[in-house]
């Protein structure tokens, strides 16, 4: 016996894609291709990339953190020496 699938699987999968990867809205995607949002869930569920391991998402947020502080002290250098080469342009000049 063979069972009626609404929708193909290509179909289910490219709306996850829209979802995961190209980062619309469950209920964007869900009103533009006409199908519920409970649907999309289960179909994110079954087709979706697996959510990232704690262990993971802990080293990318220090990761971030560590970036963030560099591009802090790389900022205050760079405007450090913006005001010294101002500084010795006009004593120079």
């Known amino acids: 016996m063979k069972t009626n699938q609404p ?3 290509e179909f289910k999968i490219e709306a996850v894609k829209q979802i995961t990867e190209r980062g619309h809205k469950v209920a964007e995607v ?3 291709i006409g199908v519920s949002q409970h649907s999309l869930y289960k179909w994110i569920k079954a087709y979706g990339v697996p959510a990232p391991e704690p262990q993971v998402a802990n080293s990318q947020a220090e990761e971030l953190r560590r970036l ?3 591009l802090k ?3 205050e ?3 450090i ?3 010294a080469a101002a500084y010795f342009a006009k004593q120079s000049g």
């Open 7 to 9: 929708y193909p699987e």
């Open 30 to 32: 869900s009103a533009r």
């Open 68 to 70: 963030k502080a560099e």
């Open 81 to 83: 020496l913006k005001k």
């Open 73 to 75: 002290r790389v900022t």
């Open 77 to 79: 250098e760079r405007d």
